[in-house]
């Protein structure tokens, strides 16, 4: 009995004692920062009771379970769940949420999550582009986003890169548009300070429709970093301070071999050798010893972020000094860039937001590509002559262009001075429950002025370069602008809980105008630059030439955007944009630009197997139209840029102009129809993610200009050509494969890696009015060596195809006759394929052989972390394309690559290199002996960095600190002989074409990052 009544008691006070309820209070703070957070949600788990935390991070809660949950959460930042257990007060510290900032993409006038978004985007965050810590942010793009295809433009300081975007759709400007924070942004990546950069996304299927006619190349989203709200002034300061050595030298012949091969070559002519005494020679000059030099490179960058409760501000200022590797500071570049960022609410309606980016750019550049370039000279020059020759009168005949490269880059003298100012103005309003409109102003002005002075010179009897008589300054002044105006409203609700609806629409005007004035003038005094000025030159008459011109672009656009997520696994979206710009005529100045983009979370099916080892899979599927309006202005207006003669009964012939280009008025932007299918998955609690794709791009109604027309229609004056039309059409089609890892494996240790592939088939469809369009070029005087064909690769290369080389006179007796490509063949001469079996070889039986456009594009990254040491990693390259070896001028006493030694000198001595001699031969030809295999593997970055413990810096006032060392572009595997396997103009028919190729610089660093 008393046990029974004791159980009772005990049961009562239990109960009692659960049921109570206490006040608490606390502090919510933000663990990175320190800082109170206000207006955190403190809340009991499973009740109605809560509260926010006040301006210092304060909150209370009276009438508390003793035993309850709180749940702290705040935007930005993780969740906690924190047991009561009778306590009173508390301090809760918040993490920021990684994660959830990574999730964010920017998707054009909006941003969604990755879970929810059904296109197909790449995304660079911060953190990869701080690994990388490239100089130009471009090169955050290679191998580290699938499908992107990033090559410089050369090695020079200041170069800008050529991005390609699931491959050349076009045979204009292939070029992707890139949207700075929400404006259209012409300068290019490298003007813009990396690490100013928070991520950069890449929209390349349907998704990027919302940018209609100006699209269909692919969109780059550059966002920059903004303050935070709640935070202190953080103060982050970078430098780096390195050297600059070319990866590769050519190898060419010394002054011995040079003298025995010329000599050779001579003596097979029946001519006398003309270096008699070789005794002394040695190895002579090594002329690319002579021009390469180890080139300084530095960097500083200071930023402060923070922010107060409802504004948050940015600014960061940096400079960038790099001399060339060639030339040192006559191919010079500085940059120099400040930005200003202010996010600020003025009520709780109403947020004004600005940034602002000031660039100056200073550079120095040297004819470093293509024909008389100082590359181009120093391959070609004879080792036999001596430095310091400036005047090569007396010195062995190496034709018209080749000169002393040492004295070419003494004798260049410019200056180009590159002042941009670009922001945005932007003020977005809550005007109702869901909905808000947004209205942005985005604009850019550039200034350029570019002065160039050539000297009184004698480089050598009858040298292009020669300015006998009169000194020569160029001078010009350009001033672009723009302006981007944004109005647009979205609405964002949730019916039901399962309904997610959000629904943009909006306009856009665009304006782009400005004019340029340039001229030139004889006569600067002293013969020098430092008196190089229209103003003070004192030239006259002919001596003096004047030009000027204006443009004025406009486009007003309208467009909307339905997203819908039902249950928050079925996805979709569609987008219709609307086009009206003035680079066309009448007839075609509207297009309309409709996409529609699905997706499906599998993995979130009730049919779906539970796993632990599938966290997430997702099907996407996108289809849209987009445009290229990057052509030529007034293609559908008879302009006056012809040259003509007319007959004057007074005067008698008189010099005018007349029609340039004929015009067509039914001219209309480039389409690009899209198609791609997506699978996303991440498995083993989301350590591994991996990403397919398979896309199809046709680009129809492509721009080709001089398409021939009747002779009715034609014009024969100078400066005159057939009109531009809408005459051709490409596919582009492959499959794309992103695999990443990362995992903490253990406190210490973190690991990740990632790798990426994709495949690029490209095919041209259609050509109206022609067979092929030509491109490119290839020696002097010969064929142009690209192509544009139906049923090829656009810009594939054209030539005869080889056959080995002739051992006898029996072997040349019985082979078609060569005589049609300009000299018969002889011994040791190549041999040509009659490819279409007429009994004759000359330019009809060229055949394709080569397609500088790669089958693999791939990128591989690798990072570990050990305690408070670093490592970094990233590769990437091609696989599958062809380059051309186009900087061996034609000439007979220029000096010659190494492998000409293993030239045929009689039968059996060589199959594959022709012999020497001063005769004329068609081994000049072009052909697939210049075509070489393009591939190549490139390591690109190491880095390895050491972050100091927190507690050392406490004592000098420094809150991170991480000192660290960096290699770029760090060894190429690749079968090339050239420079760099990379070598390209850029041009969609006539790149992979090698003409003396400036090297990318191996870069090595050292520097530091210090918060404080």
């Known amino acids: 009995m008393l046990k029974n009544y004791l159980f009772i008691v005990f049961c009562i006070m239990s109960l009692s004692m659960s049921a109570q309820t206490i006040d608490i209070s606390g502090t919510v703070i933000d663990g990175g920062s320190q800082i109170p957070l206000p207006d955190a949600n403190v809340q009991v788990e499973g009740t109605e009771k809560g509260a926010s935390t006040d301006f210092d991070g ?118 992707p548009l890139i949207i700075l924070d929400g404006f259209q942004y012409d300068g290019g990546l490298n003007s813009i300070n990396p690490q100013d950069i928070e991520n950069i996304t890449v929209l390349k299927d349907a998704q990027a429709a919302i940018y209609g006619t100006i699209a269909s190349n692919g969109v780059i989203l550059v966002t920059t970093k903004s303050g935070k709200r709640n935070q202190s002034a953080k103060f982050e300061y970078q430098t780096y301070y390195g050297f600059q050595e070319t990866t590769r030298e050519l190898p060419l012949l010394n002054a011995t071999e040079y003298a025995l091969l010329l000599n050779e070559s001579y003596a097979n002519s029946g001519q006398t050798s003309p270096i008699q005494n070789l005794s002394g020679l040695g190895r002579g000059t090594d002329w690319q010893d002579e021009i390469f030099e180890v080139a300084p490179i530095m960097n500083h960058n200071l930023s402060i972020r923070g922010g107060s409760e409802k504004t948050s501000y940015s600014f960061s200022g940096s400079l960038l000094d790099q001399d060339g590797i060639v030339g040192g500071d006559k191919s010079s570049f500085v940059r120099k860039t400040a930005s200003l960022s202010i996010d600020t609410d003025l009520n709780d309606k109403l947020n004004f937001k600005t940034k602002l980016f000031y660039t100056n750019q200073e550079s120095k550049g040297l004819n470093t590509f293509g024909l008389g370039s100082v590359l181009f000279n120093a391959i070609n020059m ?33 200056e180009s001075v590159n002042n941009r100012l670009s922001g945005t103005v932007q003020a977005t309003y809550d005007y109702a429950d869901n909905l808000n409109i947004q209205a942005r102003l985005g604009f850019n002005r550039n200034g350029t002025e570019f002065r160039e002075f050539i000297p009184v010179f004698n480089y050598g009897p009858g040298k292009v370069f020669n300015r006998l008589e009169d000194n020569l300054v160029n001078q010009n002044k350009i001033i672009n602008n723009d302006y981007t105006f944004d109005l647009f409203n979205t609405y964002s609700n949730t019916f039901e809980d399962i309904h997610d609806v959000t629904f943009l629409l909006g306009m856009t005007v665009y304006k782009s105008f400005g004019e340029g ?26 001596n003096n030439t004047a030009g000027s011109y204006a443009y004025d672009v406009r486009r007003l656009s309208y467009f909307g955007r339905l997203e819908y997520t039902l249950d928050d696994k079925y996805l979709f979206s569609a987008m219709l944009r609307r086009d009206s710009s003035t680079r ?100 083993f609690n989301n350590k591994v993610n991996f990403t397919f794709d398979y896309y199809r791009n046709d680009t129809d109604k492509l721009l080709i200009s001089n398409i ?55 095919e041209v469809l259609s050509i109206r009015g022609a067979d092929f369009v030509e491109g490119g070029a290839f020696g002097v005087g010969q064929p142009l060596p690209s192509r544009m064909e139906v049923g090829q690769p656009i810009g594939y290369f054209y030539g005869l195809r080889t056959d080995g080389i002739f051992q006898s006179q029996a072997e040349v007796d019985a082979h078609p006759s060569q005589a049609g490509l300009g000299a018969t063949a002889q011994p040791g001469d190549i041999r040509y394929v009659d490819s279409n079996g007429d009994g004759v070889i000359n330019a009809d039986d060229r055949v394709k052989v080569g397609n500088p456009i790669p089958d693999f594009t791939f990128g591989f990254n690798l990072s ?28 007979p006493n220029v000096n010659q690559l190494g492998y000409r030694l293993d030239r045929w000198t009689g039968p059996g001595t060589s199959s594959t290199v022709p012999r020497a001699t001063t005769s004329a031969t068609a081994n000049k030809v072009f052909s697939d002996f210049f075509v070489e295999d393009g591939s190549f593997a490139r390591i690109q970055t190491i880095a390895l960095g050491y972050t100091f413990e927190e507690n050392l810096l406490q004592k000098i006032g420094l809150k991170q600190l991480r000192i660290y060392g960096k290699i770029d572009n760090v060894y190429t595997f690749t079968d090339y002989t050239g420079y760099d396997p990379t070598a390209s103009s850029g041009a969609p028919i006539g790149s992979g074409i090698d003409f003396g190729f400036y090297p990318l610089p191996r870069t090595y660093i050292v520097g530091l990052n210090a918060n404080f």
Do not use: C, H
């Open 58 to 175: 304060v909150f209370t809660l009276t009438g508390v379970p003793s035993d309850g949950t709180l749940v702290v959460s705040y935007l930005g930042f993780v969740t906690q769940k924190i047991p009561i257990d009778g306590k009173t007060t508390f301090e809760v510290v918040l993490q920021p949420d990684t994660e959830a900032l990574e999730d964010v993409v920017v998707i054009g006038y909006g941003q969604s999550s990755k879970r929810n978004i059904s296109g197909s985007v790449s995304k660079v965050g911060a953190a990869d582009i701080k690994k990388l810590d490239p100089i130009n942010a471009a090169q955050s793009l290679q191998g580290t986003a699938a499908g992107v295809n990033v090559t410089p433009q050369g090695g020079s300081p200041g170069a800008e890169a050529n991005i390609r975007i699931r491959g050349v759709a076009t045979n204009g400007d292939a070029s």
């Open 382 to 414: 004879a080792p036999t002559i001596g430095a310091g020759v400036d005047n090569l009168d007396g010195e062995i005949d190496l034709g018209n262009e080749v000169v002393n490269p040492i004295t070419q880059i003494r004798n260049t003298y410019n």
């Open 517 to 542: 004035l340039f001229g030139s003038r004889t006569g600067v005094p002293s013969n020098s630059f430092d008196f190089a000025d229209i103003g003070t030159a004192t030239g006259a008459g002919e």
């Open 584 to 683: 066309f005529g009448p007839n075609n100045r509207v297009g309309y630009f409709p996409s529609i983009t699905s997706g499906w979370i599998i993995s979130d099916e009730n049919f779906f197997p539970q796993s632990d080892n599938i966290d997430f899979l997702k099907l996407r599927a996108s289809y849209g139209i987009m445009g290229n309006d990057r052509i030529g202005d007034f293609l559908y207006l008879s302009l006056l840029t012809g040259q003509a003669t007319y007959a004057n009964g007074e005067d008698g012939l008189v010099n005018g102009i007349a029609q340039g280009p004929i015009p067509n008025p039914n001219a209309q932007w480039e389409e690009a129809v899209k198609t791609d299918f997506g699978l996303d998955l991440r498995l």
């Open 708 to 762: 021939p027309v009747s002779g009715i229609f034609g014009s024969s004056a100078p400066g005159a050509s057939s009109p531009t039309i809408n005459a051709g059409k490409v596919r582009n089609q492959g499959l794309e494969f992103e695999l990443n890892y990362s995992d903490n494996i253990t406190d210490d240790f973190s690991f990740g890696a990632g790798f990426n592939i994709a495949t690029i088939q490209n």
């Open 864 to 891: 570990l972390n050990y305690k408070n040491f670093d490592m970094n990693t990233y590769v990437f390259g091609n696989l599958g394309n062809d380059i051309v070896r186009n900087y061996e001028r034609d000439q």
